[in-house]
């Protein structure tokens, strides 16, 4: 069986005629239950913060967000907690350039965007991007999901 990854933008109309016959599931932070529980923004609690010793989150957003280096702003520990799927992202609209994902929450180094999606973020879905190396454009849990189901899951 196919397994096709679209954007929630589109409309029903349109997936409809592009995938006929196809079940349609929503696996973003808006789809319903069960399937929100695979969106990045779930707060599934006590996730481990990856390079950072007994640390937790509340979801791996909040994992991704609280990492994030911009030139005036370091990580931010209390993304970690957010319960609500709301209120996770640090934009560069807001905080200017980002600079890198910090290798942990202590951690010194900065890891560029493609090998921080390789070491914290390779376990976001308005994107299809399925590429890890494609930093062009957000990485797509839903074609992540795919990768995995069909034993194309990219090594690390």
């Known amino acids: 069986m196919p397994i096709h ?14 995938h006929p016959g196809a079940r349609i599931i929503d696996v973003t932070s808006k789809g319903p239950q ?5 969106s990045p923004f779930y707060p599934h609690g006590h996730i ?6 007994d640390a937790v989150a509340q979801s791996v957003e909040g994992i991704w967000q609280a990492l994030k280096v911009f030139g005036d702003h370091d990580v931010d ?7 609500s799927m709301t209120g996770l992202k640090r934009t560069v609209r807001k905080y200017g350039p980002v600079l890198g994902h910090r290798a942990g929450l202590g951690g010194e180094e900065l890891l560029p ?16 991007n ?6 062009t ?12 189901v069909t034993n194309q899951w990219p090594s690390a």
């Open 5 to 18: 990854i679209a954007s929630r933008r589109r409309s029903a109309a349109s997936l409809a005629t592009a």
């Open 34 to 38: 069960p399937w929100v529980r695979m």
């Open 48 to 53: 481990p913060v990856p390079l950072s010793g």
């Open 77 to 83: 520990t209390r993304k970690l907690e957010v319960v």
């Open 113 to 128: 965007y493609e090998e921080a999606r390789r070491r914290i973020f390779l376990l976001l879905d308005y994107t299809v």
């Open 130 to 135: 399925g590429d890890v190396t494609d930093t």
């Open 137 to 148: 454009s957000a990485l797509s849990h839903a074609a992540l999901i795919r990768l995995y």
